[in-house]
Nanobody
Framework: QVQLVESGGGLVQAGDSLRLSCAAS????????MGWFRQAPGKEREFVAA????????SYADSMKGRFTISRDKAKNTMYLHMNSLKPEDTARYYC??????????????????WGQGTQVTVSS
């Protein structure tokens, strides 16, 4: 079993920055890729960004490109999401997810094996 714990969320003003973290732990697990998704009230969960673990190939939702940066620390089994120029529409609960084996895509929530509980990001105008 794998545990994912997100941290770093909070209440910020428009234009501010935040860094989210997601730490993975458990017994004898492997990581093919990890990703960030978000869900705002009344909306479906949407893809934010993802990174393959070994090579570090990244992918982003179009609306996040240029503002968000995903990274990982392989030694710590931790993934990060650096969010700049935050907007009120970025307000959501942010979830990290893990793929434990090869998947052809990282943008679909259904292709992830494990999920964290999420961390709330609220951006005021």
């Amino acid at each position: 079993q794998v545990q994912l714990v997100e941290s770093g969320g909070g209440l910020v003003q428009a234009g501010d920055s935040l860094r989210l973290s997601c730490a993975a732990s458990g017994r004898s697990f492997s990581i093919y890729a990890m990703g960030w998704f978000r869900q705002a009230p009344g909306k479906e969960r949407e893809f934010v960004a993802a990174i393959t673990w070994s090579v570090g190939i990244t992918s982003y939702a179009d609306s996040m490109k240029g503002r968000f940066t995903i990274s990982r620390d392989k030694a710590k089994n931790t993934m990060y999401l650096h969010m700049n120029s935050l907007k009120p529409e970025d307000t959501a609960r942010y979830y990290c997810a893990l793929q434990s084996s090869f998947r052809a895509r990282q943008t679909n929530a259904g292709d992830y094996n494990y999920w964290g509980q999420g961390t709330q990001v609220t951006v005021s105008s």
